[in-house]
């Protein structure tokens, strides 16, 4: 007979995992990486690293590793719910370097969520057309849709926006363009 240890284990370890990686993200963001899964047992699965002293709940409801400042950085926050909407067709994700804020395999490609913060534009587009690497597909995450024309540089696959709730909104130059 299995014990819950070795039934839950599993998911106890790869909840780690994630909040170690992208430390800050709510419940339903963590609880996002494992469908299929009821949420209740990933609250419960949180609920008990919690008490092992192994993950800590700030005031703003974002989970971090045990003794870890609290220093949520929100592009990556947002990035993941960019992430989350596609899950079900991400074979890896990590977080990524500067600008991208994670990077993932889909369909044998590679892609990169790059976060782009209001009056960033001109920053990240002078950085990503000195990137060399020309291996991967970009998904710009802007703040508002009004910063898409002012964002020209390789591989852009297409933007999007994040709503406070987690609605992910997709858009594509209507001329086409990069």
């Known amino acids: 007979m299995k014990t819950r240890a070795d039934i839950y284990g599993q998911e106890a370890t790869e909840l780690l995992r994630l909040i170690s990686l992208y430390p800050g993200l709510v419940q339903c963001q963590l609880a996002g990486f494992f469908p299929g899964k009821e949420s209740a047992v990933v609250y419960g699965l949180l609920s008990h690293l919690k008490r092992q002293g192994r993950a800590e709940q700030?005031?703003?409801g974002g989970w971090f590793p045990y003794g870890k400042k609290h220093q949520a950085d929100s592009?990556?926050?947002?990035?993941?719910?960019?992430?989350?909407?596609?899950?079900?067709?991400v074979e890896y994700h990590s977080p990524g370097d500067f600008p991208a804020k994670v990077i993932f395999f889909s369909g044998g490609e590679i892609y990169e969520i790059v976060y782009v913060a209001v009056s960033q534009e001109a920053l990240i587009a002078h950085a990503l057309k000195q990137d060399a690497?020309?291996?991967?597909r970009r998904i710009v995450l802007v703040e508002e849709p009004d910063q898409i024309p002012l964002l020209n540089f390789p591989n852009i696959s297409g933007f999007c926006t994040v709503s406070s709730s987690g609605q992910v909104l997709y858009y594509q130059r209507a001329n086409g363009g990069t």
């Open 75 to 89: 592009g990556l926050i947002q990035s993941v719910w960019v992430l989350l909407d596609i899950i079900d067709r």
């Open 58 to 60: 700030s005031i703003s």
């Open 133 to 136: 690497r020309q291996d991967s």
